[in-house]
């Protein structure tokens, strides 16, 4: 398998390293699995299954496996997951290590530090470039024997035995299980942008900062080759295009944040190319399964991304649904025990992303009076704050018993 990506920051030494081949059980070397999307749930997916014996074939759409330029926080629940699959110093050699986030008002002054190192010194958040981590899995991908069939887009759902849906936000074996859905508009647009960071880390840790003004907030953190990656999100009413492709002129992302301080004005000085979303709110499915078919990722549960936690869902989505396989020979009850196992948790994250949403936007006194309370909380019991957390980034996927 070819993954021919290419290297967006055409920065040296972003190369794949020290991918292990990892043999879990055979406990799945007599079945055959079709996964349908290669993104980080399909080829996750694909990884955790090959490793139990199953024989793969992965079905991407994208002539390449390319990415766009963006990066991505894996927190350590996904992180366990992915190094139980052995990509944990693949995954170190191209990431830098979160330290937590920093909270800041529009005008730059603090509101509070959400220790995530201090409080949880072993676990590893990881902000990646997505590129990279494609490029890790499908490293990966290669050396299992997966294979992958890159250019083909599915239409009518192959009638196999085993058929993974991990197709992303608007999944056609979605479509196929639950009818047609309308997702709606939140009345929020994103930029994404990445720039050189003017102040790179020098020991391989970070901060994500986060910056929140009224009906706006901007989020920036850095990644490997001394990259900074850069989401800002505003209120807009009028927009209604749902997709990552649209281009903006950066001009508009200044003129949104011009009001901003600390080093915002410089590092949107600094932006000279950046795209622009809207986000769309969908409902968790309601099906997920069928006897033969079977959804992970994005394609189940689409969140928002304010709580940064859509690709480790599918990360922790693909490991469980190859352990339930494994666990129960009897498919449409391991199917079940998947559901069962990922459903309410997918809720909870997902609904705590849509109040982020809220919350990050107060204007006003609103904004004021809370403001106060996490500065408030932050000076007397900070480590109140990052307990809040500890549901989230505690959570190990491979130790659940299906
Ligand atoms: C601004 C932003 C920031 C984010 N930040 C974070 C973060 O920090 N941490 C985090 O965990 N998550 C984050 N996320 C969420 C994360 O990006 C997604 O949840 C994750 O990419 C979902 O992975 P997936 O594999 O399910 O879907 P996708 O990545 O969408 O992959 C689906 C794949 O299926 C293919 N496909 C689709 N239809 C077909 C078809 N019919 N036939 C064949 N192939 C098909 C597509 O081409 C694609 O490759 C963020 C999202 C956004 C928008």
New binding site residues.
């Given amino acids: 398998m070819s993954t021919n990506l290419p290297d967006p920051t055409g920065l040296p030494g972003t190369g794949v390293h020290r991918i292990e081949k990892v043999a879990l059980t055979a406990g799945l070397h007599d079945r055959s699995a079709r996964i ?7 080829l996750t997916a694909a990884l955790a299954l090959a490793a139990r014996g199953a024989s793969v074939t992965v ?4 002539p390449e496996l390319t990415e766009i330029g ?1 990066g ?3 927190s350590p629940n ?1 992180g366990r997951a992915l190094e139980a699959l052995g990509l944990g110093p693949a995954l170190d050699a191209v990431s830098i290590r979160g330290r937590g986030v920093r909270m800041w008002d529009s005008a730059g002054r603090r509101i509070a530090t959400l220790d995530f190192l201090a409080h949880r010194p072993q676990a590893r958040f990881r902000m990646i470039h997505r590129a990279r981590l494609i490029e890790v899995l499908a490293a990966a991908a290669d050396a299992a024997r997966i294979t992958l069939r890159l250019g ?4 009518a759902l192959p009638r196999e035995p085993l058929v993974i849906g ?7 074996v979605r479509q196929v299980l639950n009818g047609t859905e309308a997702p709606f508009f939140t009345g929020q647009t ?1 930029w ?1 942008a990445l720039i050189t960071d003017p102040e790179p880390p020098t020991d391989g840790t970070g901060w994500a900062d986060l910056f929140l003004g009224p009906k706006r907030h901007l989020v920036s953190y850095p990644l490997a080759g001394g990259l900074r990656n850069i ?1 800002a999100v505003r209120q807009r009413p009028d927009w209604q295009a749902e997709g990552w492709s649209h281009h903006d002129d950066p001009a508009h992302l200044r003129a949104a944040f011009a009001a901003f301080g600390g080093p915002v004005p410089g590092w949107l000085a600094a932006v000279r190319e950046t795209g622009i979303w809207g986000l769309f709110r969908h409902q968790v499915a309601r099906r997920w399964h069928d006897d033969s078919r079977v959804l ?4 189940a549960h ?2 928002l ?1 304010f709580m ?7 990360i922790e989505d693909a490991w469980q649904l190859a352990a339930c396989l494994d666990a129960l020979p009897d498919q449409p009850a391991a199917f079940e025990r998947f559901q069962s196992l990922r459903a309410d948790r997918a809720t909870a994250i997902v609904a705590l992303a849509d109040r982020n949403a809220r919350a990050y936007h107060l204007s006003g006194p609103a904004r004021l009076a809370a403001h106060a309370g996490l500065r408030a909380i932050a000076a007397v019991a900070p480590a109140r704050l990052t307990a809040r957390f500890d549901w989230i980034y505690d959570y190990d996927p491979t130790r659940l018993g299906a």
Avoid: K, N
């Avoid at 079905?59 to 994208?62: L, N």
């Avoid at 940064?308 to 599918?314: K, T």
């Fill in positions: 349908i999307g290669g993104g980080i749930a399909g079905t991407e759409r994208a963006a991505l926080q894996i996904a083909h887009a599915i239409e991990a197709d992303g936000l608007h999944s056609r994103a994404r989401v992970i990722g994005d394609a689409p969140t991304p940064a936690q859509g690709a480790s869902l599918a």
